[in-house]
């Protein structure tokens, strides 16, 4: 401990004695020149003191600033990860939530020590990692630093942790938070009682202003830790709102938007930002074949085959951690609808006009800035108000940025910009905050992102277009702003601005399944969920709730403690209903002595089938086209009704629905499939992707997904959907009683009463007959929908996914039949047994070689009495 205090004694008076190194590091002139300009350099005493005198800081400036890439330097400087000067290596931890971000910042800082990655400097994301027992400052994502709390919750192998991007508010980092809020003091206790376990230093980055969300939280920290700010160096960014707001084809708009710039304004980079992976690169070959010569008319076809094919390998690349940026299934290339942008209305569409930023400078270097700019460009900035244009055409080097983007096409960003030409990165938002683009003087903002959002019936989560929020507009309007004064143009209007767009985005765990939220954190060793420190907590009966479904599900014993089945679950990169599920099937595949795996290979894609909306149309929604007759529409809704009739599963919607999926994806022309069939082509896409990633990251799993299926159903899940024929009618019954398992307590019962409902018009008579149920877990009584494909049958026992309200009517929908017997197996914990009775007699079982005696069951919380089992 006296070494200890010694160690800390010298840290803290190197702090103080200013910028001497204590670690010697080689950087070449050149980067120390870049370096120079940031403005966290003049910065690093008083940094260095904050962290030497607290436990916990909060650093947050604009991005660009060099907090990602400086102070991890300033603490290897100083000595923090230094194993010269501690008998132990202390490293410096790094996280993101990205990926691509950590890599990145990796290689920079790597880059600017002079040093190859992987030695001093190194980086661990899932699937990769570059890391030696000499790296001493080490970039993760937060779900590596995350694992190893598992491993050791003291974190013995870091000096300092740094959590990045904060406010980005990732499930991950929030949840790093709250723990790390309890690892810290636990160090510091610890390091005064024990020699060799040294204090643990965190450093809370963050890019905007929502610093108080940690600062003044007294479910993080009892003392509100210290605030240091990197003043803010932005130049002035002129905001240009659209007249219109274009709700559908925003691609096109930005590339009409790129076009105006390039061919109207002055030399500078454009950085647009649109949503997914598909777009991206759809506008990359658009503005390649308008502008560049060599991806012209000349090769159209192979250019976009090369680019759809780079595209799917990097769709194949995908990871389970890197969900962030994927869901590229919604977007549809529409070359031949566009038409080509008119020049001769060129940037006089907007209607209103903001100067932001512009702090940090004075008037006068704002101007040198602009003179240099104008220097090095041979331009006038004047030129930039729109009255003059830039000179005759020029190259432009159209770059895509998207997190499943190869790594060395990612780095090419960074890279020179051919002499001559312009640079234009087509991204998603990683970059946002977490990436700084060199040379980027015009933003593009489409004003959307994919977000995660609740899946309502609480499998898998999806990624659904969104606006983003104000805070994010202003950062993306900020990139322009780095090296000069620049432009973002918005391509949504004030208004909508003002109305539409929320402040701050939720932070993830508002928008997580909270029991998939419920389940890490116990597999992670977090017993008391309800009291866990988040930073923003969700609502306690919410979590209370969770907890109940993970324990119906069987992921938790009556203690609420993890059961193996709940350890397993966690392991599955699914949520816990659909994890339940594929559990189940793999567990009946694994004890069956058939082979009977094929069933496993289905629950996957039922696994995405479930995660997003029917892929029936519905038939009430079948409307008179414009002219059309009434006996037309008629007819159509006929043959609506008899096609879904050919896809029905009798004994279940969710079935049904896989089996469309089935049918989908053995059709040559998919599309003609849909529309003779009356079916979503774009919830079939979205399935069919989620499938493909399913697939994919199930197989990354390897042994730890054939532990679950006794080893013999790998191949079956390398299957393709392609190769999904037309499921059995045995294995059909299986997955009936894998839902079962995964939905067991959303489990209703028949009450025998049938009411005619006007809502749905079914029949010709424009009344359909809706059956009640009394459903085990909710207080009033729901109906079995009208559309449902068991409404006739109306069976005694059935298992839903959703409750679907309508004015009148609580509805049932993605209903499955379930037999009695099952439940005793399924849904052991919501079962409660009869003491032994009379008759039969207790008697000798040779099966599972033991006296058996025969139970009354009872089921759920209304008793409802279930087949009598032997135990
Ligand atoms: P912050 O984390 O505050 O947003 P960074 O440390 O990421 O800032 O970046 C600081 C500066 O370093 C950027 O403005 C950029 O000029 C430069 N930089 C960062 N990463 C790279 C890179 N990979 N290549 C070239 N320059 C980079
Ligand atoms: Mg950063």
């Known amino acids: ?22 670690v010697h590091v080689a950087r070449t002139q050149a980067m120390q020149d870049a370096r120079s ?7 690093e005493q008083e940094i260095m003191e904050a962290v030497a005198e607290n436990d916990v800081i909060l650093l947050c400036g604009e991005t660009g600033s060099g907090k990602t890439t400086q102070v991890p330097q300033f603490l290897y400087e100083a000595g923090y990860g230094s194993s010269e000067f501690l008998d132990r290596v202390g490293r410096i931890g790094v996280t993101q939530p990205r990926r691509v971000a950590a890599i990145a910042a990796a290689q920079r800082v790597a880059q600017e020590l002079s040093t190859p990655i992987g030695a001093t400097v190194g980086y661990q994301v899932r699937y990769d990692k570059k890391i030696s027992p000499k790296t001493a400052v080490k970039f993760m994502t937060d779900g590596i630093l995350l694992r190893e709390l598992q491993a050791d919750f003291l974190l013995r192998d870091y000096s300092v942790l740094i959590l990045d991007e904060a406010h980005e508010r990732s499930l991950n980092t929030d949840l790093l938070l709250g723990l790390l809020s309890r690892v810290v003091p636990l160090r510091k206790q610890l390091a005064a009682e024990q020699p060799g376990i040294l204090p643990l230093k965190l450093i809370i980055m963050s890019a905007t202003l929502r610093v108080e969300d940690f600062a003044a939280n007294s479910n993080l920290f009892p003392t509100p830790p210290p605030i240091v700010r990197v003043p803010a160096r932005q130049y002035p960014v002129t905001v240009h709102f659209a007249r219109r707001t274009e709700l559908h084809d925003y691609v096109g708009t930005a590339f009409g938007k790129v076009c105006q710039i390039h ?18 690169e759809y506008l990359c070959r658009r503005l390649r074949s308008k502008f560049d010569v060599r991806h012209s008319a000349a090769e159209p076809a192979g250019r976009d085959a090369e680019a759809e094919s780079e595209a799917r390998q990097a769709a194949d690349a995908f990871g389970a951690d890197e969900a962030e940026q994927q869901g590229d299934a919604d977007f549809e290339g529409r070359d031949a609808v566009h038409d080509d942008f008119e020049t001769e209305e060129a940037l006089e569409d907007e209607d209103d006009v903001v100067v932001m930023g512009g702090e940090g400078f ?71 905050t977490s990436l700084t683009i060199p040379g980027v003087r015009y933003v593009v903002d489409a004003g959307r992102a994919k977000e995660k959002v609740l899946d309502t019936h609480g499998a898998a989560s999806k990624y659904e277009v969104a606006w983003i929020s104000k805070a994010s507009a202003e950062q993306r309007a900020g990139r322009a702003g780095r090296t000069g004064p620049g432009h973002s143009y918005r391509l949504y209007s004030s208004a909508h601005f003002n109305d539409n767009f ?22 992670m060793g977090i017993d008391k969920v309800t009291n866990f420190p988040f930073p923003t907590p969700p609502d306690r009966a919410a979590l209370a709730a969770a907890q109940a479904c993970l324990q119906a599900l069987g992921a938790l014993d009556s203690t609420g403690a993890l059961t193996d089945l709940g350890r ?64 037309s529409v008629r007819r159509r809704r006929q043959s609506a009704s008899s096609a879904h009739k050919r896809l029905r599963v009798a004994r279940s919607d969710v079935l049904s629905a896989l089996a469309a999926f089935c049918a989908y994806n053995n059709a040559t022309d998919r599309e003609g499939f849909c529309r003779e069939t009356y079916l979503h082509s774009r919830n079939l896409r979205e399935a069919s992707a989620l499938h493909r990633q399913l697939v994919h990251a199930l197989m990354h799993m390897g042994e730890k ?5 006794g080893g013999k159903a790998m191949e079956d899940l390398l299957k393709s959907a392609d190769t999904l024929d037309k499921p059995s009618p045995t294995v059909l019954m299986q997955l009936q009683r894998a ?19 006007q809502e749905h018009s079914t029949s010709s008579k424009g009344r359909a007959r809706a059956v009640r149920y009394t459903p085990n877990a909710l207080d009033e009584q729901v109906y079995m929908h009208p559309q449902s494909a068991l409404a006739k049958a109306a069976p005694e026992f059935v298992a839903y996914t959703q409750i679907v309200r309508t004015a009148k009517r609580p509805y049932m929908t993605g209903v499955t039949e379930v037999e009695a017997g099952w439940l005793s197996i399924v849904a052991g914990p919501l079962i409660e047994l009869s003491a032994p009775l009379d008759a039969p007699a207790p008697h000798y079982s040779e099966a599972v070689d033991a006296v058996v005696a025969t139970h009354a069951v009872s089921f759920g919380r209304h008793g409802w009495q279930l087949p009598s089992v032997e135990k």
């Open 739 to 757: 839902i079962t398992a995964g939905w067991a307590d959303q489990i209703s019962r028949r009450v025998h009463s049938i009411e005619y409902v």
């Open 263 to 280: 061919e109207r304004l002055p030399p500078g980079g454009i950085l647009v930002f649109l949503t997914g992976q598909r777009e991206v």
């Open 362 to 432: 004075t008037p006068e270097q704002i101007t040198a800035a602009e003179a240099r700019l104008d220097s090095q460009l041979g331009t006038k900035l004047g030129a930039m108000k729109g009255a003059e244009k830039a000179g005759g055409p020029v190259k432009v080097h159209v770059l895509p940025l998207y997190a499943m983007l190869p790594r060395a096409a990612q780095a090419a960003v960074f890279g020179a910009v051919p002499e001559g030409a312009r640079l234009i990165v087509v991204a998603t938002n990683v970059a946002e």
């Open 37 to 43: 300009g940031l403005p966290i350099l003049g910065m």
């Open 1 to 22: 401990a006296e070494d200890d205090a010694a160690t800390e004694e010298r840290r803290r008076s190197h702090a103080r004695a200013g910028p001497a190194p204590f």
């Open 705 to 709: 997904v054939a532990a679950f299926s």
């Open 502 to 523: 929320p402040q701050h985005g939720d932070p993830e765990v508002l928008r997580t399944p909270l029991e998939g939220v419920a389940l890490v954190m116990k597999a």
């Open 568 to 631: 397993a679950m966690a392991v599955l990169p699914l949520s816990p209903r659909p994890s339940r599920m594929i559990l189940q099937v793999a567990k009946e595949a694994a004890a069956s002595r058939k082979r009977s795996g094929d069933a496993l290979s289905y629950a996957v894609a039922l696994a995405a089938v479930i995660s997003v909306e029917s892929p029936f149309v519905h038939i009430d929604g079948i409307m008179a086209r414009e002219g059309e007759s009434e006996e």
